[in-house]
């Protein structure tokens, strides 16, 4: 079964710190992305990469920064945290290729910007 | 700017019936149409998807419809038991990236 483990449940910081939110996969996916969950907003991408080193912006990138050192683990950052980061992110994983190919999510790590 | 759309926001359907969610987009170079599940604190999972060649999928009790036509398609789940409780969301793939956008997300109650 894929695993996809954040390394917060919950967090608490606040305006101005630097936020580092983890993420690692099991299942040797070439992709990661980073998406922000909102109400009503469904969930937005923030970034995304297809390899290590690698990273693409995705709809929301302003005021985030990402790293992938590793095939296995994508980091996302937050520079200044400000309260309008509050939010519920979601990191997911997939194939690169190989048709249809799902995308696997983590529970999620909801973090509060005071 | 969001590109699916998808209704109603918040839906309450008795045990045994049958809840729809709507979604329209307006990329027509959307490759692929997945519907995800999730559950209160839990990551979204993959439910069902379908691709633009094909107007229905069923899997169980879920089944999808696609219009291309109207750009739109739809999740139904027929017999709806109080298990399927949960947000869902329907997305649309942009490339062969596998890059997905999202819908805003239907909270779906189903009461006893």
């Known amino acids: 079964d894929v695993k996809v483990t954040q390394s917060s449940r919950y967090l608490v910081k606040r305006t101005g710190e630097k936020v580092f939110l983890e993420c690692v996969q099991d299942?040797?996916?070439?992709?990661m992305f980073w998406y922000r969950q909102d109400p009503g907003l469904g969930l937005r991408l923030i970034y995304f990469?297809?390899?290590?080193?690698?990273?693409e912006k995705g709809d929301i990138p302003e005021g985030y920064s990402v790293s992938r050192e590793k095939k296995e683990r994508f980091s996302l950052i937050l520079e200044s945290a400000s309260t309008n980061q509050t939010s519920m992110y979601l990191c997911?994983?997939?194939?690169?290729?190989?048709?249809?190919?799902?995308?696997?999510f983590g529970d999620g790590t909801r973090l509060s910007i005071l | 700017q969001q590109q699916v759309k998808q209704s109603p926001q918040s839906l309450i359907v008795q045990k045994g019936g049958i809840s729809i969610i709507n979604c329209a987009y307006e990329?027509?170079?959307?490759?692929?149409f997945p519907w995800y599940q999730q559950f209160p604190g839990k990551g979204p999972a993959l439910l069902i998807a379908?691709?633009?060649?094909?107007s229905e999928k069923k899997e169980g009790r879920f089944t999808i419809s696609f219009n291309k036509s109207a750009k739109q398609f739809s999740l139904h789940i027929m017999d709806s038991q109080p298990g399927d409780s949960a947000t869902y969301f329907c997305?649309?793939?942009?490339?062969?990236?596998?890059?997905?956008?999202f819908g805003g997300g239907t909270r779906l109650m189903v009461k006893p």
């Open positions: 997911a994983s997939s194939y690169l290729t190989g048709g249809n190919q799902p995308q696997h």
């Open positions: 299942m040797d996916h070439e992709n």
């Open positions: 990469s297809y390899d290590v080193k690698m990273k």
């Open positions: 990329n027509t170079a959307f490759d692929y």
């Open positions: 379908i691709r633009p060649d094909v």
């Open positions: 997305a649309a793939r942009r490339d062969a990236g596998n890059m997905l956008t």
